[in-house]
């Protein structure tokens, strides 16, 4: 028996590598699932700052090209 089930993804850059996500998918969740807290990073995609406030409602796209960082602390 074959999977009929199709998945939809879109080619992303992340932080220089390339990367495949589902389509939909959000910046927050992309955060999420590389095991980020997306209260605790700046991103920018295609040359743009994205407001932190905005990561959940921020679909990604074919061909987006993100840089994440995260902030650690100390002291």
Request: net charge negative; aromatic share 2%.
């Amino acid at each position: 028996m074959t999977d009929t089930a199709i998945h939809i993804e879109i080619q992303i850059t992340l932080n220089g590598d390339p990367r495949r996500v589902p389509i939909g998918w959000t910046i927050a969740q992309l955060v999420s699932e590389i095991g980020l807290d997306p209260k605790k990073v700046a991103v920018e995609r295609n040359l743009e700052i994205i407001p932190r406030s905005t990561l959940a409602q921020v679909e990604l796209r074919d061909g987006d090209v993100l840089e994440i960082v995260h902030f650690v602390g100390g002291g």
